[in-house]
Every structure is written in structure tokens, then in C-alpha cells.
């Protein structure tokens, strides 16, 4: 990065941490005093950081007699607060280089604490369950299940939720890396903020709870089903929904340009904010009020009698 650039780094990173959303200032969609600026910010702060890391490397485990890095032992819990035996790169100034990386590509994953790696949760109960900055990687939560369980700003890496079941549970700030989904359920369960990358969702069922301001881009959701969910400004641009099941659900101000809604439901879903002119509707199944809201886009004078 050059010199004028890396002032103006320098210069937001000295600003107060401004709104991220919800508030008079603008949404995450909204103005440059909104969520824009936020992801602005920390942007910037994610990058200094990193390079701050790569410059000076922090110091590490002392080496042992053979000159390799001696590694911790895992807890009964799988968490680690160093690297696995077998690892590579595990360190804070590579955690911190991953950040960077996926700022540079639009995408900011949480900076992690700790690390639970290659556990198996399969059947595990979570209800109750609090875990803030933590990178899961190459955890099995197959069948594991659960009311309450908290997750914030964590990053899960190939972690299988298969047949997994969710109650009342928050993943807020969360991103999900390679994760599998499959005949996973969330039930009343609060997603707000969290990033979904090269995932697969085939037989989820989402019911109810608040998946807003979540990013979705170009996921495969066409065996999904999301019924009375909030997904407010999330992000849905150029998602597969080609036969999925979207009914009741908060779309207002979603991204949905280039979208596959074919053959959809969407019934009783707000679709205020649906371009019919860059998404694919061809057998998308609408309520009478629906087809009021999509005439009313593409420009037609809607009328009685």
C-alpha cells in the first residue's frame, strides 16, 4: 500500500469506532455514517493490524530439543491455545495475515482468541454454551444439540453440522468457512452479522429467529427452507434459490440482484426490496399482495375494477 494510502489509514484508524447499524446516522446499506463507514474502519484497523503482525512477529513457543515448536495439549473440550500437533501456521500474526486477506477480498472473518481444532462434538449437548473468539476448525457437531448456546464473532472452518438441531442459539458476528449444513435445523436462533462462505445447505430448515444483515452470496440454498425469518439487508445476490422454500420472511432491503428465485416460495415474504429486472421469477410462486408489490416495479398502474 502506498504512502497517501496508508495515511488515510492511519487517519480513520484514529476516528472512533462509528454506528454500525440501527441507528439515526444510516444502516449497514445506508449512508457514509452508517454501516459504510463502519466496515470502513474496521477495514482499516484489520489491515494495520496485519501488517503491524507481518512487520514484528510476535513471539512464539520456545523451540524444543529437536528445534520444533513444542505444541499444547488440548482440554476435554478440544480448545488449544497454541498450535495442534501436526499444524502449521497456527500463530497470531498468521491468524491476523488470514483477516487481512479476507478484508483485502471484501470479506472481514472475526479476530479469534482461541482455537478448538479437529473435536469431535458429534451428539455433543450445547445448550448453555458460551464461546466468544474462538476459531473452530475441523470440528465435528454432527447430531449436537441444544437451547441457549452462544457463539460470538466466532470463525468456523469445515465444521459439519450435519442433523445438528438449534434452539434459541446465537451466532452473531460469526463466519463460516466450508461448513456443511446438511439436514441442519435453527429454530428461533439469531445469525445477525454472519458470513457464509462456500457453504452447503442442502435440507436446512430455518424457523423463525433473526438471520439480518447476513452474508449469502451465490450460496446454494435450492433444498433450504427458511419459514418466518428475519433476514433484513442480507445479503442474496446471485444466491440459487431455484425451488427453495422462503415463506413469511423479512426481506426488506436484501441484495437480491441476479438471484434464482425460480419455482420459489415466497409467499407472505417482503419483497420490497426485489428487482424482477435482475433476478430470475420464472415460476416463482407469490401471493395476490405480492403480485400488487412486483407490478407495481416493474412500473404497471395497478388498479380496481
Known amino acids: 500500500m502506498g504512502a497517501a494510502a496508508g495515511h488515510v489509514v492511519d487517519m480513520v484508524c484514529t476516528m472512533p469506532a462509528p454506528p454500525r447499524s440501527g441507528t439515526p446516522q444510516g444502516s449497514v446499506r445506508g449512508g457514509v455514517g452508517g454501516g ?9 484497523r484489520t489491515w494495520r493490524i496485519g501488517s503491524a503482525a507481518c512487520r514484528h512477529s510476535e513471539p512464539g513457543p520456545a523451540p524444543g530439543p529437536t528445534g520444533h515448536v513444542s505444541s499444547l495439549t488440548p482440554d476435554p473440550t478440544g480448545r488449544v491455545s497454541g498450535p495442534a500437533p501436526g499444524s502449521i501456521g497456527s500463530g497470531a500474526g498468521d ?7 479476507d478484508a483485502r477480498r471484501g470479506r472481514i472473518a472475526p479476530l ?6 479437529s473435536a469431535d462434538w458429534d451428539g455433543r449437548d450445547l445448550s448453555g454454551e458460551s464461546h466468544h473468539r474462538v476459531s473452530l476448525v475441523d470440528v465435528d457437531m454432527t447430531e449436537a444439540s441444544g437451547r441457549g448456546a452462544e457463539f460470538v464473532e466466532c470463525h468456523f472452518r469445515d465444521v459439519r453440522f450435519n442433523a445438528s438441531v438449534h434452539e434459541d442459539a446465537a451466532f452473531v ?24 462462505d462456500d457453504c452447503t445447505f442442502d435440507l436446512l430448515k430455518v424457523e423463525g429467529g433473526d438471520w439480518s444483515f447476513t452474508s449469502l452470496p451465490a450460496a446454494d440454498l435450492r433444498r433450504a427452507t427458511f419459514n418466518g425469518v428475519r433476514m433484513r439487508e442480507a445479503d442474496l445476490s446471485g444466491a440459487r434459490c431455484a425451488g427453495a422454500v422462503l415463506r413469511r420472511v423479512d426481506l426488506s432491503g436484501a441484495r437480491l440482484e441476479k438471484a434464482d428465485l425460480s419455482r420459489c416460495d415466497l409467499r407472505g415474504s417482503d419483497l420490497s426490496s426485489l428487482d424482477p429486472y435482475t433476478a430470475v421469477l420464472a415460476g416463482a410462486v407469490i401471493d395476490p399482495y405480492q403480485a400488487i408489490t412486483v407490478a407495481a416495479t416493474l412500473g404497471l398502474d395497478v388498479r380496481d375494477g
Not at 479469534?112 to 481444532?117: K, L
Open 173 to 196: 458476528n460469526c463466519a463460516f468457512t466450508r461448513c456443511t449444513f446438511f439436514d441442519a435445523a435453527f429454530t428461533g436462533c439469531k445469525l445477525v452479522g454472519s458470513v457464509f
Open 112 to 117: 479469534t482468541e482461541s482455537v478448538i481444532r
Open 36 to 44: 459504510r463507514l463502519w466496515r470502513l474502519w474496521r477495514f482499516c
Open 95 to 101: 491468524a491476523r495475515a488470514a483477516v487481512v486477506a
